[in-house]
Nanobody, 124 residues
Framework: QVQLVESGGGLVQAGGSLRLSCAAS????????MAWFRQAPGKEREFVAA????????SYADSVKGRFTISRDNAKNTVYLQMNSLKPEDTAVYHC?????????????????WGQGTQVTVSS
């Protein structure tokens, strides 16, 4: 079992930055591939970014490429999402998720564990 808790969301103006954190507890965090998804009101949950268990490879949705950076610190059992140049369309609840051997999957059903999410609101 892996428990995930997100933090770092908030209200920011367009063009601003936020850094999300996802703290993991439980066994073997460092063996899980991790990802961030987001869900806006009335929309389906969508893939944002993923990082392989070693931290040596990352993957991004086209909509955030060049603006967002995913990273992880296995010593701290934490994964991060640095979000720069935020746009109003980035407004959503952001969830971190863990999968085993499914690195880069953009299907939410491939992920075994989920956090409760943190709200990000970008004002224009």
């Amino acid at each position: 079992q892996v428990q995930l808790v997100e933090s770092g969301g908030g209200l920011v103006q367009a063009g601003g930055s936020l850094r999300l954190s996802c703290a993991a507890s439980g066994r073997s965090f460092s063996t899980y591939d991790m990802a961030w998804f987001r869900q806006a009101p009335g929309k389906e949950r969508e893939f944002v970014a993923a990082v392989i268990w070693t931290g040596t490879s990352t993957s991004y949705a086209d909509s955030v490429k060049g603006r967002f950076t995913i990273s992880r610190d296995n010593a701290k059992n934490t994964v991060y999402l640095q979000m720069n140049s935020l746009k109003p369309e980035d407004t959503a609840v952001y969830h971190c998720a863990a999968s085993f051997a499914k690195y880069g999957s953009r299907s939410w059903s491939d992920y075994d564990y989920w956090g409760q999410g943190t709200q990000v609101t970008v004002s224009s």
